[in-house]
């Protein structure tokens, strides 16, 4: 399996930009998280969806921040419009079900926002 | 809510020796799962290890186990036999199973550790 897939692995933008990462989770997969890695607040919890409908996003810090999972192998993580305290490193997850329950994550991408 | 708490922020070993890295929880829930993730250079969060709350044996991985205190709210992670690529970041982290939905990982603060030749 090729496992959890996300791109870009880098991005860098500038302030005020749109920002879009891509997440494909692992076939077969039913529930897809988003994290926000950063040294001052940690991982973060920030949506998860199971079966392609979103469960929680109480972890979303903005509305400038929106999620989607239009099929089963495919996710977005939209930031618009982007500033420079978004820098961070967004993993996503994806487990089996629920009886499972262990997330395996993805490589990351790296944003910088200027 | 549940907290995860990693009171060591870094450690290092020596190649070929033994290093445990702690961990401690605070809930109410009686049946959850406790992980541990590794964090390497390049950034990959990669599973080490599971255990389940309800059962009494601790898990172990091949160089990897854990001691597991219920009691106590505490799991720690013991390497053996380090090696040089077990330089990382290693997060605990806990999950309560929920009925009808995904469960929620909670991370602690982190642990780097570094194996020293």
């Known amino acids: 399996d090729a496992g959890v897939i996300q791109s870009p692995r880098h991005e860098v933008t500038e302030m005020g930009q749109e920002v879009t990462l891509r997440c494909k989770p692992i076939?077969?997969?039913?529930?897809l998280f988003w994290y926000r890695q950063t040294m001052m607040r940690g991982l973060e919890l920030l949506i998860y969806?199971?079966?392609?409908?979103?469960?929680?996003d109480s972890g979303m810090p903005e509305d400038r921040f929106s999620a989607k999972m239009p099929n089963a192998s495919f996710s977005t993580l939209k930031i618009q419009p982007s500033e420079p305290r978004d820098s961070a490193v967004y993993f996503c997850?994806?487990?089996?079900?629920?009886?499972?329950?262990?997330?395996?994550f993805g490589p990351g991408t790296r944003l910088t926002v200027l | 809510a549940q907290t995860v708490t990693q009171s060591q922020p870094e450690m290092s070993v020596q190649e070929a020796e033994t290093v445990t890295l702690s961990c401690t929880y605070d809930?109410?829930?009686?049946?959850?799962?406790l992980f541990w993730y590794k964090q390497p250079p390049s950034r990959q969060m990669i599973l080490v290890i599971r255990?389940?709350?309800?059962?009494?044996q601790n898990a172990t991985e091949n160089r990897f186990s854990v001691n597991f205190q219920k009691a106590a709210k505490s799991f720690s992670l013991k390497i053996s036999d380090s090696q040089l690529g077990d330089t990382a970041m290693y997060f605990c982290?806990?999950?309560?199973?929920?009925?009808?939905?995904?469960?929620?990982?909670?991370f602690g603060e982190g642990t780097q550790l570094t194996v020293n030749p």
């Open positions: 997850a994806s487990s089996l079900d629920r009886f499972t329950d262990t997330q395996y």
């Open positions: 076939s077969g997969h039913d529930y």
């Open positions: 969806f199971n079966n392609n409908v979103p469960i929680d």
């Open positions: 809930t109410s829930e009686n049946n959850y799962y």
């Open positions: 255990q389940e709350a309800y059962k009494q």
């Open positions: 982290a806990f999950m309560k199973p929920q009925e009808t939905s995904g469960s929620r990982l909670t």
